[in-house]
């Protein structure tokens, strides 16, 4: 599938502010599946600072604006083919040991309702299996409705309100594949929705559990399927902070506000053969 | 009734480092040694050494005890102790270069992963970085106790900011503005090239990106943190600016700090600040010590961190056990210093022989430093020893266990006279293009008598330590 992003996050602040450096996971995984025709990120007045790939696989790039400032956007535009992978996350280079997403952090924190989803599972047996059950069982226990939720919410709270978005479901899948011993991890990216989708939909997350033999494989607990070729990934991390598109701070009293506009469209093939 | 080693005394000889000061001892009327007692604490007050105590509330700038009488080894022990030092530091920043890379060690099962991978020091933001020199810890301050003329043991490792080196240097000071005479008597070895060893350690782990003599920086919580004196003196000692989070700022792929002529490019900056609290836009969110953007200019080679983000998973005191390990499968040497016994109290085994051993034992949090969180078994009350069970059994993976040894004791000035009291000893190693080890460190002295707690956040003092040229 031909997959066309147009992604802006524009920052307003209330008084102008010194100065803005922020953090980006803003380029498309390097994986199977996932070939990137054209992209391009660019910051308003920004400068771009330095830039690695880190050991999860991820690009992080960093970014600074020197103020006085009022207004900062954030522009991503770009055209990803990719291949459906039945969610398994294949050919991607990393080096973190997937040991180290066992380790709990506070919005992935388990308790007993929690704990509850895992009731029967036995991923000793069929850790695949177990993981399907997982992410089926959060979409149920946690409904997916805009608005009743933060992005300081942990999923321990969404359990106990049975609401929340995909934030909330993926931190849910994780808390509970890491009970039962499965490393997990957040993961932020791209989604084609559907004409009835609303466009904050298309900055979409999930989370991926590690299966041995097979290796990560994704599971979307708010469209109760795994990553398909309408998916674009971008970054993972412990939970959503860690796994941010986008983590900035500024310099200076102004108050900031938010505005983020993200369109995914399906463009028609490129059948253009080179004679 | 146990037996402790008298560095000073074998029998009744006077074993040889310490042959000079037995006249100087005998010769000292208790006027005298009062007399210098006091100009010793008015020389501390006036340079502003003070330490303040974490937790214990009271007198902020109390003088931690300096105890005149000093702690000795003659070359041939200091020789065999530095060569252990310095092979224990290799072997811990090769496992910090293998862990944060591919692992070998874990793969070779000769350390557990989850020890390693779960353990709240382990950074997954570093993972497949490689510091400038495949350095992490660049000071590694070493924990080292004496049980006998030969035996030495390392109690633990401290490979993120280790304090402590500028009682080291302003004891050895002191000592040769009230005592002259003992300096032109006793062959002691000096330490004060220290600062500009470390200032070369430093500046030699400048980064990739780094194309002129680098610029090094210190950068300390504050002034409320209570080794903020010995970050000012470090940055005196060794010309270079103190900064705060606030004096620095990432500006495209570099480090400024904020100077009256302008911004000034930094390529090396000596923390003195824990990894959780360094960026908020990779660790933790609302830290205001930080420096915005400072890991993505680290990660891409533009700026260089003593010691690098992650160090800490080295000195774990559930990694400690596995050192003797690490040089074996690095370094293919054998030990040189060895480990104290430890039990683990996370496996099922030990914890069962730990409780059962309450009274015998010494208890460590994994992760506590500076004597909280411990247990002297056979000094404690009954009532601590069951709090201590209840603890341990309800999170056992957090505590460690090991025998309490029997420490050695130098002759320490109380108030009766002299009298033996027992000591520690902490030596700085430096690490950089060269490893490097100045002929001393701190002892720390346990001034209470019969107590083995020597930490100067529990009433211990310190002590100039001299090492003799041969």
Same mark, same amino acid.
């Given at each position: ?172 899948? !994780?808390?509970?594949?890491?009970? !039962? ?29 590690? !299966? ?19 998916? !674009? ?43 | ?470």
């Amino acid at each position: 599938m031909l997959l066309t992003v147009d992604h802006v996050t524009r920052y307003h602040y209330d008084q102008p502010v010194r100065g803005v450096v922020q953090s980006h996971r803003l380029m498309p995984s390097l994986c199977a599946g996932q070939k990137m025709l054209r992209w391009k990120v660019t910051v308003s007045d920004g400068q771009m600072g330095g830039g690695f790939r880190d050991g999860a696989g991820d690009w992080v790039q960093g970014w600074t604006v020197l103020g006085p400032v009022n207004e900062i956007t954030v522009h991503v535009t770009g055209q990803v083919e990719t291949l459906d992978q039945a969610g398994v996350l294949r050919g991607h280079k990393e080096l973190v040991p997937p040991e180290a997403y066992l380790r709990k952090t506070h919005p992935t924190e388990a308790d007993a309702a929690l704990i509850a989803l895992a009731e029967g599972l036995t991923p000793q047996q069929d850790a695949l299996a177990a993981a399907h059950a997982v992410s089926a069982r959060v979409s149920d226990a946690i409904v997916y409705t805009p608005g009743t939720t933060t992005s300081q919410t942990t999923a321990a709270e969404a359990m106990a309100l049975g609401t929340g978005v995909c934030q909330d479901q993926a931190h849910a899948v !994780i808390a509970v594949a890491r009970h !039962i011993g499965l490393p997990a991890r957040y993961v932020s990216g791209y989604l084609l929705v559907g004409i009835d989708g609303a466009a904050h939909d298309a900055a979409h997350a999930w989370a991926e559990v590690f !299966i041995a033999g097979l290796g990560w494989v994704g599971f979307d607990p708010a469209n109760r399927c795994c990553p398909d070729d309408r998916y !674009i990934r971008l970054g993972s991390g412990l939970d959503s902070a860690h796994a941010a598109m986008i983590r900035g701070t500024t310099r200076g009293p102004g108050e900031e506000s938010l505005d983020v506009s993200v369109t995914v469209l399906q463009s028609q093939t490129q059948s253009q053969t080179q004679q | 009734m146990t037996s402790y080693f008298n560095e000073m005394y074998q029998g009744h000889s006077v074993r040889a480092p310490y042959a000079r000061l037995q006249d100087w001892m005998t010769a000292m009327p208790a006027e005298l040694r009062q007399m210098k007692q006091a100009e010793a604490e008015a020389l501390f007050r006036r340079i502003g050494i003070t330490f303040a105590v974490y937790g214990e509330g009271g007198d902020p700038d109390r003088l931690i005890p300096f105890d005149m009488f000093p702690r000795v080894f003659s070359g041939a022990e200091w020789a065999k102790l530095e060569r252990g030092i310095k092979q224990r530091a290799r072997a811990l920043n090769a496992f910090l270069v293998d862990v944060y890379g591919r692992g070998e060690i874990v793969r070779a099962g000769r350390i557990p992963a989850r020890l390693v991978y779960l353990n709240e020091a382990y950074e997954k933001a570093v993972v497949g970085i490689v510091p400038p020199k495949g350095v992490y810890s660049h000071i590694v301050g070493i924990d080292l106790v004496r049980t006998g003329p030969d035996e030495f043991f390392v109690l633990e490792d401290n490979c993120r900011t280790p304090s402590g080196v500028s009682y080291m240097l302003e004891n050895r000071e002191i000592m040769m503005r009230m005592f002259p005479d003992l300096f032109r008597e006793n062959r002691i070895q000096p330490v004060d090239s220290y600062p500009e060893i470390l200032r070369r350690t430093l500046a030699s782990v400048a980064p990739q990106k780094c194309d002129r003599e680098p610029t090094v920086v210190i950068l300390t919580p504050g002034h409320y943190n209570s080794a903020y004196y010995e970050h000012s003196f470090l940055a005196d000692l060794m010309g270079v600016e103190l900064v705060e989070g606030q004096d620095l700022f990432v500006e495209g792929e570099f480090v400024f700090m904020r100077t009256t002529e302008g911004p000034r490019r930094v390529d090396v900056i000596y923390r003195r600040l824990d990894d959780a609290f360094i960026d908020p836009l990779c660790f933790r969110p609302d830290s205001m010590l930080g420096v915005p953007g400072l890991m993505d200019v680290y990660r891409s080679g533009g700026v260089s961190i003593c010691s690098a983000p992650g160090a800490g998973v080295a000195d774990d005191k559930a990694v400690y056990t596995y050192v003797p390990e690490m040089i074996r499968f690095y370094l293919g040497e054998e030990p040189i210093l060895n480990n104290v016994p430890t039990w683990q109290c996370g496996k099922a085994e030990d914890l069962k022989y730990v409780l059962a051993h309450l009274n015998e034992l010494v208890v460590k949090e994994v992760h506590g430093s500076g004597g909280y969180g411990m247990l002297v078994g056979p000094k404690a009350s009954a009532d601590q020893v069951e709090l201590f069970r209840a603890r341990i059994t309800a999170n056992p993976g957090n505590y460690i266990a090991q025998p309490t040894l029997a420490l050695s004791t130098t002759p320490t000035f109380v108030a009766e006279g002299i009298a033996p009291r027992h000591v520690d000893l902490r030596p700085y190693c430096l690490v950089g293009e060269r490893i490097e080890l100045v002929p001393g460190g701190l002892t720390r002295v346990a001034l209470t008598e019969g107590s083995l707690v020597v930490n100067s956040s529990q009433g211990g003092g310190v002590k100039d330590t001299w090492v003799l040229a041969e």
